[in-house]
């Protein structure tokens, strides 16, 4: 995509991830399950954070995570998402800019702090994730940079965000800003909690023709087509959408587009330690092979390194170089 200054800008909730080594005392004394996932309001956010250890800090979010992953393999990438103007906020950005993304969203006061997931790791490996949306979930269209997103060859958008309305209304501008451009836009369905609320709206977008690149698992595009098979499913969107890609775990990825599909196995991995992030990574070594103009099957094998890479170990950044485990499929 030689006419653009970025490669993929992808637009998401900005979440600070606080990781903090603790002990199974610690989550009683808490009050807290472990292993589990929950939604907490910013004064808990605050009270739990002050009774925390020493923590390590890392710009989180799906859709940026993606924005970190593409950066990673070598092409260029942008990040819009909401953060205020805190500690936290002015850590996000520096963390993620350090990355190589672009993200140049100023911080904005609605009253709510930066969010973060508070991640509390016991001994033997579980997480225990309490998640402060905050800001994050007060993106307006306001703060969008038209011209950084005519200038993206493919707009990258998470369907987490569709969930508040002020950043729906900015997502739907987006997207008319990038088809207006003749960009791509890619989507992704992010959870198959996301598609049962959303459905009508996601399905209303597809149909609309306003997304070129559909992004889901086996779940969520079953939910999609609300039926229990996944071939069947393919069937139902492959031609609603440029290209389809469909996720399944450690029985690969497939991807349909414009007639052609193309089967990959899933990447090996010695051992997987944690899989938060693996769809992200997914997402951004397809796009990075699409920016590139690479095939069907090389976008996918490109996203299947990326997803192994980062479920080997903790966290849903990598570790590793990409490009160097990509070899010559980027050389």
């Known amino acids: 995509m030689t006419d653009c200054r970025l490669d993929v800008l992808c637009i998401g909730n900005a979440i600070v991830d606080v990781i903090s080594d603790t002990t199974d005392a610690f989550l009683d004394q808490e009050g807290l399950t472990k292993g589990s996932m929950r939604l907490i309001d910013a004064e808990e956010a605050e009270r739990l954070y002050s009774h925390m250890g020493p923590a390590r800090e890392i710009s989180g979010g799906s859709a940026a995570n993606t924005a970190a992953g593409v950066a990673a393999l070598g092409a260029r990438a942008g990040f819009i998402g909401q953060v205020a103007p805190d500690q936290l906020g002015a850590f996000y950005k520096h963390d993620l800019t350090a990355t190589g993304v672009e993200f140049t969203t100023e911080p904005q006061d609605f009253g709510q702090p930066t969010a973060r997931s508070m991640v509390l790791v016991t001994p033997d490996g579980h997480r225990t994730m309490n998640t402060f949306l905050g800001a994050a979930q007060h993106l307006p269209s306001s703060v969008l940079d038209e011209e950084q997103i005519r200038s993206a060859g493919i707009l990258y958008l998470e369907g987490y965000l569709w969930d508040p309305e002020t950043p729906r209304y900015a997502m739907v501008r987006a997207i008319e800003v990038a088809r207006e451009a003749g960009r791509k836009v890619a989507f992704t369905l992010s959870d198959s909690f996301c598609v049962d609320r959303h459905r009508d709206g996601f399905n209303e977008l597809i149909d609309g023709g306003r997304v070129d690149i559909l992004f889901a698992n086996e779940d969520e595009i079953q939910a999609m087509a609300g039926v229990a098979h996944v071939e069947t499913a393919v069937d139902a969107f492959k031609n609603k959408v440029e290209t389809l ?57 490109l996203g299947s390194i ?16 990409l490009k160097a485990l990509a070899g010559d499929i980027v050389a």
């Open 306 to 321: 990326a997803a192994a890479e980062v479920i080997s170990h903790y966290g849903a950044r990598p570790e590793a170089d």
């Open 245 to 301: 890609v469909v996720t399944r775990s450690e029985k690969g990825a497939l991807a349909t587009q414009r007639g052609e599909r193309a089967d990959v196995p899933a990447a090996p991995v010695e051992k997987v330690v944690d899989t938060t992030g693996a769809g992200d990574l997914f997402a951004a070594g397809f796009l990075a092979g699409q920016a590139k103009g690479l095939s069907l099957e090389q976008s996918l094998k």
